[in-house]
């Protein structure tokens, strides 16, 4: 796939995240259906840390700075020490979004990327810019699925004993 291709698939995935978010209510954005679950906020300050500090990041050191390793990060961490569940939903939202619009930007203008630059990871294993870009879209692909299952499980957790079944096997 080419770079301009995975720009429009970002794009079009910003949009799917923002039709699945912007409605729902606090409550349920902070919601979780187990303590050890992320809620709807989570995933969405989730996803503005990796657009600003993963792989736009990654991407611009491979191709701009070769040799220079890109600050560490701690997506995992990052949900409990910078507090993601407190935030508000709205500003959360608009962050990724204009965020996602800066690295589409970024990817619109980049001109004749090496693709194939690489780094070896301290685990042992080799990854090209090219692999960067498109685990990227597939990171977004993935975080649309965790927002359908919080959307079903709260769905679910609303109605209590009322059951779904009808609607199919989930």
């Known amino acids: 796939m080419h770079h301009v ?12 995240i923002r039709t699945l978010v ?12 187990r303590a050890d679950d992320w809620s709807i906020l989570e995933v969405v300050n989730h996803l503005y840390d990796e657009e600003r500090e993963d792989f ?4 611009d050191y491979l191709l701009h700075k070769p040799g220079e390793e890109a600050p560490s990060i701690d997506p995992q961490g990052w949900v409990t020490a910078r507090a993601y569940n407190a ?10 979004l204009r965020e996602r619009e800066q690295s589409v930007a970024w990817l619109h203008n980049l001109r004749d990327p090496d693709w194939g630059a690489s780094y070896t990871h301290p685990a042992g294993f080799t990854i090209t810019a090219y692999d960067f870009l498109v685990n990227w879209a597939a990171h977004d692909l993935l975080h649309l699925r ?19 079944a009808y609607a199919g096997d989930w």
């Not at 736009?56 to 991407?59: A, E, H, P, S, V």
């Not at 939903?89 to 990724?96: I, R, Y």
């Open 5 to 16: 291709a995975i720009a429009r698939q970002l794009t079009q995935q910003a949009q799917t």
């Open 22 to 33: 912007e409605q729902v209510t606090l409550e349920q954005a902070r919601w979780k259906p």
């Open 56 to 59: 736009r990041q990654r991407i």
């Open 87 to 96: 935030r508000e939903l709205v500003p959360s939202l608009q962050n990724f």
């Open 146 to 164: 965790q927002l359908v299952e919080l959307h079903y499980a709260w769905h679910k957790h609303q109605l209590g004993e009322t059951s779904l």
